[in-house]
């Protein structure tokens, strides 16, 4: 119940494409969602976030998807560029806690 | 832009011997947190310190491990008696209020390779 599933585990997208990552989770008491993007060699960085009251937030050219009835949540990546090559990890807190759980991570590469 | 600073960035030791890891966290952050990545897989928390002590430590975090503020500015892990299977990235991270109400960051890592 502490899982968070991630998918793909890759992802090839050409360049200007949209790159797609989805999330799903069980624990109903997960109340803030996460995501972070890492280079190799360096640690993860945060992308951004949502918490379940909002359906979608939305920063530049990245879009967190959230379904709370379904317990899913998405990141999506428009206008896909070379630079954004990296693994991308979902997270979940749950309340109450200090801990970020993560998800198993999606390696993107787009392909200039 | 401030950053978490982790020294060394690779360690390589015998199985059996102790390790420390050090992080410099954020200078004006007072969540401290250690995290850990066996190489291809995802991230798992350890250890959550504040107020010099631990706040919540997950069931990897066992007696061999043990975290530490020895002073103002540095954050510790040490890990006694390392085996085979402590090989991983080990990232230390800290926030200026718990996690989910401020963003964690991350230092860049020490490669824990025992051999």
């Known amino acids: 119940q502490q899982q968070v599933k991630q998918s793909p585990q890759s992802l090839i997208v050409q360049k200007g494409g949209i790159s797609i990552i989805n999330c799903a989770y069980e624990?109903?008491?997960?109340?803030?969602f996460p995501w972070y993007q890492q280079f190799p060699g360096k640690g993860p960085a945060l992308l951004i976030a949502?918490?379940?009251?909002?359906s979608e937030k939305k920063e530049g050219r990245f879009t967190i998807s959230f379904n709370k009835s379904a317990k899913q949540f998405s990141l999506h990546i428009m206008d896909s560029q070379p630079g954004d090559s990296a693994t991308y990890f979902c997270?979940?807190?749950?309340?109450?806690?200090?801990?970020?759980?993560f998800g198993t991570g999606t390696r993107l590469k787009v392909l200039a | 832009e401030p950053e978490v600073t982790q020294t060394p960035s690779h360690q390589v030791t015998q199985m059996g011997q102790e390790v420390i890891l050090r992080c410099v966290p954020i200078s004006n952050h007072l969540y401290f947190y250690w995290y850990r990545q066996i190489l291809g897989q995802k991230v798992e928390f350890l250890v959550s310190f504040y107020n010099n002590e631990i706040s919540e430590k997950s069931e990897i975090f066992d007696d061999q491990f043990s975290v530490e503020r020895p002073d103002g500015s540095n954050f510790t892990l040490k890990i006694r008696s390392t085996k085979l299977e402590d090989s991983a990235m080990y990232f230390c991270?800290?926030?200026?209020?718990?996690?989910?109400?401020?963003?964690?960051?991350f230092g860049q890592g020490t490669r824990l390779t025992v051999v």
């Open positions: 949502i918490r379940p009251d909002v």
């Open positions: 624990n109903t008491a997960f109340d803030y």
């Open positions: 991270a800290s926030s200026g209020a718990p996690a989910g109400r401020a963003e964690a960051f």
């Open positions: 997270a979940a807190r749950s309340t109450g806690t200090y801990k970020y759980i």
